[in-house]
């Protein structure tokens, strides 16, 4: 008997010393960084200890930093081969294989979205960032490009003249005006993968916020979901700063619009989000946001979504089969794809 009570006793002490552990784990922390990918990053996550989530975040904000380099398209860091390297000198040689698994993704999500999705419109991309970073700092000089630069930069976007060689890691441009622009998926595909690494680190229960690109890296330790509010893009509206709440679970939640970084030009707003057809900013929609499970996916398609119409979009999405959507036209009406209802929440 009373071997068995000192057996229940010692269960008891497990059971508490458990217990005591779980209450532990549901303190939240939060921190933000605002170097990479010109933009803010927030890092949400379920801890023992703010020691343990600080350290986790250190190492986090050196995986992030580490993409930031590699994906920059208008700086060098030191002797880096990174993209900006790579669109100067038409390719390089013995490249990160971060930057050639992230050009080769990029090209599989052109292939699925029907060239919908392009990197290689960077020779376009690059006169409108020129004019917007004008416009923005200087805005008694604002104008518009000229058409014709834009028509004939468009003759050297075909991401077939993107040669990669993943066997010796290299890179080569077949046209020599060609320019890589990766602003639409980078973001999301860093997250990707800094998300894939936590988990293989076991370092779970933790929400990655890179300027508007959400990526839940697990569930949160006090078994509720993850809730995520929409950005209102009618940034007038003070008294509804969300759109829509969603909650999701080891999911990603991406969103497009044209309301943050933009220029005027005689009072009129030009963005950044240029549609391959006109080769000016999208005009159909405010915003566009993108759930599924794979960061750069949802960035690649939120990009994609915008410029296409809704019917068109919507029917990429059923195709794909892997991924939800909500447009908020330039009316304020806002339409949903077959399955996002789902993870909407009051």
Known sequence: MKRF??????????????????????????????????TVTTIVGFENSKEVFDDNCAKIKEKLAEYHRAYSIYEKFGNEKNLCYINENGGAEQVDKIIIDLLLYSKEINEKTENKFNIAMGSVLSIWHQYRETGINEPAKAQLPELSALQEAAKHTDINKLEINKDNNSVRFNDALMKLDVGAIAKGYAAEEIAKWMESENITGYLLNLGGNVRAVGNRADGEKWKIGIENPDT?????????????EEESVVTSGSYQRYYLVDGKKYHHIIDGKTLFPADKFLAVTVICKDSALADALSTTLFTMDYEEGAALLEKLNNAEAMWTLVSGEQRFSSGFGKYCVK
């Open 236 to 248: 007038l509206d003070k008294e509804n700063p969300y759109t829509a709440f969603v909650e999701i």
């Open 5 to 38: 009570i000192s057996l229940c006793q010692i269960i008891f002490l497990l059971f508490c010393a458990l217990a005591l552990s779980g209450c532990q784990r549901q303190e939240k922390f939060s921190n933000y960084y605002f170097e990479y990918f010109d």
